[in-house]
């Protein structure tokens, strides 16, 4: 229960000497995390088609996002999924970043791509890239799974 006057504090964490830090949202950590990745690719030659296209199965059912929709060079789309990891994570048993990329959200990506396709008069050859931050560290996989 909350008293008339007491200060809520929401997103943010204790921090041991007891003051509220501002550790931010996993939203705002995500957000960075693609800002970062766009900016990586592009420095890259790939270029931005479409950020965070999402498709939905239903009201309440998620049915997939595509982090970054890119076109590269040799006019290949690329749909990318960012994931980041910090580097405190690493070597606790929980896998890089790109190890959280399971078969499930594969499926969901490949869904969402099949479904931002249907509205292109040509298919263009396409691809399913990985970008994997861990904490200061980027690996580009290129092709990390396929829709078969």
């Known amino acids: 229960m909350v008293t008339k006057g007491a200060k809520v504090a929401t997103g943010t964490a204790a921090r041991a000497d ?4 501002s550790r931010p949202s996993t939203k705002t950590r995500g957000d ?37 929709v890119m076109r590269d060079a040799d006019g290949t789309l690329v749909f990318v999924e960012v994931r980041a990891r910090a580097a405190t994570l ?20 490949i ?7 249907l509205r292109l008069p040509v298919l263009p050859p396409c691809r ?9 560290g980027v690996d580009w996989l290129q092709a990390a799974f396929d829709a078969a």
């Open 128 to 136: 399913f890239d990985v970008l994997a931050i861990d904490g200061d």
């Open 90 to 109: 690493q070597g606790q048993g929980h896998g890089g970043a790109a190890a959280s990329v399971t078969r499930v959200k594969q499926q969901r990506l």
């Open 32 to 68: 960075a995390a693609e800002d970062r990745a766009l900016a990586w690719l592009q420095a890259r030659g790939l270029q931005l088609v479409q950020r965070n296209y999402r498709v939905a199965l239903g009201p309440s059912a998620r049915g997939g996002e595509i982090d970054l």
């Open 18 to 21: 007891g003051d509220i830090g």
């Open 111 to 117: 869904r969402a791509a099949q479904h931002y396709l």
